[in-house]
């Protein structure tokens, strides 16, 4: 792909991810130096401007070597300024495409809209009326959100369907791009020691968790619109869901791929509001952060959700009767993503009690410190029988030293590059989520799911451990951590708790 056309170029999406994402595909090759990348956008500015722009979010160039390779990518870049609703904005961009076109021999296009929603189909309009090459490839990368509910993403995919291919369409989802996420099959398909057990014979409960420290911090008339519910658990946690809980697909093509996750999803009825449990971040306990009605760009008594949980349960031979739990919220106690999936407890256990032999556990650490861990039961070093809940571990950080995990987008970009469409949405999985949330999401727009008030910097609504308890999950009886930090000559005893199987031996 030789040319890429973003869309939004002055947004804070394409300056904080996309551009520096950009250059750190530039950086190791993936960009060729006949690509040139064009920002659009209805901001007025010149090329250096814009240059500046783009260049501020991107770090780690203290290095002659990186200074030149930052300076060449720049030299590729170039502005267009222009309307999304007119035809004029758009015949300026083709005009300058063809400028480029005669200068670099080059005829392909990738279209990347970092837009507001509300402009998608004007602006895919515009570009395809004005800006379709007949002559190369043309690929149309849209961002989330896509629509509201079933019925506002059914008229989305229509009007996109009518001016562009399936396969000419990329609905990114940037949790798709991430290491660990991408992991997800590799782990499971390619190790005979998961997949024999990953199942509802095995298997008690999944719960999937997204946590962020901060609240809306002034963008929360953008997020009072959506929600957490739509803005993170519609489509970042069904992706994990769908990964995780999809049988072998025929292939590892795109269309297999994607197949095997739509079969999952259709196996998934719509969610019941009393299986959600909704929260709205109030003041810290201490009284000195904020709550969310604090924020002034959100309306007055808004009884928006910033924190879900809720239930999933899918019909089939393998998952029924195995919740999926998910939750998502904002100004909670740490910033992480991971899953876990727990365990059913030892069955005709004679030697063992159930506090001795706690639930396994695998943990897959999407982000901070990428990492897998399976939570097992040994026996503490010494004299005695005493057990120690410790962990099989595999955090990337330490493991794979010499390798740097790359940024989401940095996956996407070079995906949508290279024509390959399997981590991206399609529009039958985007219709099957949207089925499954659509029901519960009206009924919390008219307010009739309860959202109670959590404080800033907890672990979320004080009915949450009650709430999963619900669906099985069970808190090991042993206080135990996983040590994110830990140290090789750190001993058993320093680095997890004790549990007793029988009194310690003495002489």
């Known amino acids: ?36 990348i064009v920002g659009y956008a209805r901001t007025k500015m010149d090329r250096p401007d814009f240059l500046k722009r783009i260049s ?46 005669r200068e670099t ?33 043309n690929r149309l990368i849209v961002e989330k959100p896509f629509g509201m509910d079933l019925e506002s993403s059914r008229v989305l995919s229509k009007a996109l369907g009518a001016l562009y291919r399936e396969d000419e369409i990329y609905r990114i989802d940037h949790y798709l791009g991430k290491e660990m996420v991408k992991n997800i099959m590799i782990l499971r398909f390619t190790n005979q020691i998961f997949g024999s057990c990953w199942n509802r014979e095995h298997i008690s409960n999944v719960q999937i968790t997204f946590k962020e420290k901060i609240g809306t911090e002034g963008r929360g008339g953008y997020f009072d619109e959506f929600g957490i519910m739509r803005d993170v658990m519609q489509n970042h946690l069904f992706q994990i869901l769908s990964l995780i809980a999809m049988e072998a697909p025929a292939s590892l093509s795109a269309e297999d791929v994607r197949s095997a996750k739509v ?65 998502c919220g904002k100004a909670l106690d740490q910033q992480k993503v991971e899953i876990r999936i727990q365990f059913k407890d030892l069955t005709h256990n004679n030697l063992f009690q159930k506090d001795v032999a706690a639930r396994n556990e695998l943990v897959i650490r999407v982000q901070p410190e990428e990492a897998v861990y399976l939570k097992v039961t040994q026996k503490l070093p010494g004299l005695g ?102 140290q090789v000559s750190q001993t058993p005893a320093a680095s997890a708790s004790v549990a007793s199987s029988s009194s310690d031996s003495k002489l």
Request: contains cysteine.
């Open 105 to 137: 021999k080059t005829i392909d296009r990738l279209f990347y809209m970092a837009l507001p929603p509300s402009v998608f189909i004007p602006v895919a309009n515009g570009l395809k009326k004005n800006c379709y090459t007949p002559k190369g490839v």
């Open 263 to 327: 079969d999952v999803l259709r196996a998934i009825p719509p969610v019941v509001e009393s299986e959600v449990l909704l929260g709205q971040y109030g003041k810290s306990e201490d009284g000195t952060l904020p709550s969310y009605l604090d924020d002034d760009t959100v309306p007055k008594g808004s009884k928006t959700a910033t924190f879900a949980a809720a239930a999933f349960h899918i019909d089939n031979p393998r998952w029924a009767g195995v919740p999926f739990v998910l939750k």
């Open 1 to 36: 792909m030789q040319r890429t056309i973003f869309l939004g170029a002055s947004g804070d999406l394409a300056k904080k991810k996309t551009f520096p994402a950009l250059f750190g595909l530039f950086l190791h090759g993936h960009i060729v130096p006949t690509t040139r």
């Open 385 to 486: 029988m005493d057990t120690v809940m410790s962990e099989l571990d595999l955090s990337y950080a330490s493991r794979f030293t010499n390798l740097s995990v790359p940024d989401a987008y940095e996956n996407l970009i070079l995906d949508a590059v290279m024509g390959e469409q399997s981590n991206f949405v399609r529009s039958d999985e985007l219709d099957e989520a949207w089925r499954i949330f659509t029901p519960v999401l009206h009924k919390i727009d008219r307010g009739q799911v309860p959202v109670d008030i959590y404080p800033y910097g907890s672990r979320g609504p004080k009915n949450l451990p009650e709430f999963v308890a619900r669906f099985g999950f069970e808190r090991h009886l042993q206080a135990y951590s996983w040590p994110e930090t830990s």
């Open 56 to 101: 501020q979010y991107i770090k780690n160039t203290n290095t002659p070597k990186v200074k030149a390779m930052l300076d060449q990518f720049l030299d590729q870049c170039t502005y267009v300024s222009g309307v999304y609703d007119q035809d004029s904005g758009f015949q300026a961009l083709e005009h300058e495409l063809k400028r480029i076109e």
